[in-house]
């Protein structure tokens, strides 16, 4: 189906993350129309699947109901999901964005019950857990999920899962004849709010990310340490299931290195503080967290959250870049190798499990974004030299969640002002 739905006074936000979210809330709370494109089944991003926030360890979960709440309280939002963006032709002010809507192959006559997913067997990884785990693949993809809406996989439909979940549905949602569609949106100006994703691990081979199990990155220990995820909470390693009590974080992996990342995350640091309170809140003083580090980078008021862990007895720093990884066969530990550089002793270090602080890069790079826009070297983007496409969040630079809600208020703000000029010359 192809269709023409919006005018150049709307604001087309892409990303569904705490950024996009922010920026169609802020703009749309200004009495703007506004229609925020997310590519995934549900709203929220990488936000929605962290444990706990630094610095105040509070759950996600709170920030994004606050958030959701206001959206479905806001007519002037309209939210597409499964929705991506493959064209935006025109200029400021006058856009035609072309956006394909995957089909989900469940309607809006879904409550939520969940007895499609109990009818199907077929499992496929858990992209929310980052592969960590299965799911049936009829799902929910996480309990705060927006809609609260399942969601078939394609791999299903045209199966006989599929038709169990038809018939298991009393409520005539399945629908296994939807197809993808195509619609073009006219709009004024784009908030462009794709967010970031995790350097892939495998590429520092040193460090055996795709060797060794129990090598994990910091995301998937996010989804280790949070209840909903794939061990309930318990921090269990992968390749036996046993509790890891002796956790490596090895920061900077990929980061600030001309083989990976140029760029440092900023975050990275922060977020290994914050997750050996995970290992502490698991096994009290029977938990032991070592941080392998060049530098700790805490900015501005994190400076105090990084003094507190520094008092922790059960957290040991040691300046290093670590060398290699090496698996002990017998017990699946592994012997962490390099050189300490207070004091300059070399050391063979014994870990049950090492969590690799990953970078964070662009996930969608300015060369991929289906419009001209400028970017740095790492892809991060700027906006559009016509200044009607602007960037928000951690599209625009690795950003924590305050500083990318700053930012996505800046950039609904750009939007709203285009929008505006766009109106008075029209009015004219
Ligand atoms: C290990 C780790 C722990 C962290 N912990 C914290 C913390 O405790 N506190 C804190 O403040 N920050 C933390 N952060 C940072 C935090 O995750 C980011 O600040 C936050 O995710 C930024 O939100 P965003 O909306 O910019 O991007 P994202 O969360 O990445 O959201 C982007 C959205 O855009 C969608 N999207 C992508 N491409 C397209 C497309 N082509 N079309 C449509 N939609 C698309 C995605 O599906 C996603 O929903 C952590 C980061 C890491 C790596």
Redesign the pocket.
Known sequence: MTGSIATSQTILV???????MTAALEAAECGKQVIL????PT?????AL?Y???PKLCHPTCGLEINLRRIKANRNVRVLTM???VKIAGSRGDYTATLRIAPRFVNENCTACGECAQAVSTEIPNPFNYGLGKMKAAYLPHSMAYPQRYVLDPSIVGGADGQKAKAACKYGAVDLDMKEETVDLKVGAVVW????K?YDASKIQPYGYDRFPNVIT??EF?RLADPHGPTGGKLLRPSDGKEAKNVAFIQCAGSRDENHLRHC?R??C??SL?QTNYVREAYGDAGKSTIYYIDIRAIDRFEDFYQKVLKDPTVKFTKSKVARIAEDAKTGNLILHGVDTEGYHRYANDHDLVVL?VG?EP??KGADVPAEVIADSSGFIEGSPDGGIFS????SAA????R?AQSATAAAMRAIQVINRTASVEAA
């Open positions: 892409v990303g569904g993350g705490i950024s996009g494109a997310e590519k995934e709203l929220g991003g990488r936000t962290l706990r926030y630094f929705a991506q963006v709010a794709t967010g970031w995790p910091s995301v996010e995350s975050i990275c922060m977020a914050k602080a964070m996930s969608v928000a969040g951690c599209a950003l924590d969640v305050n990318a």
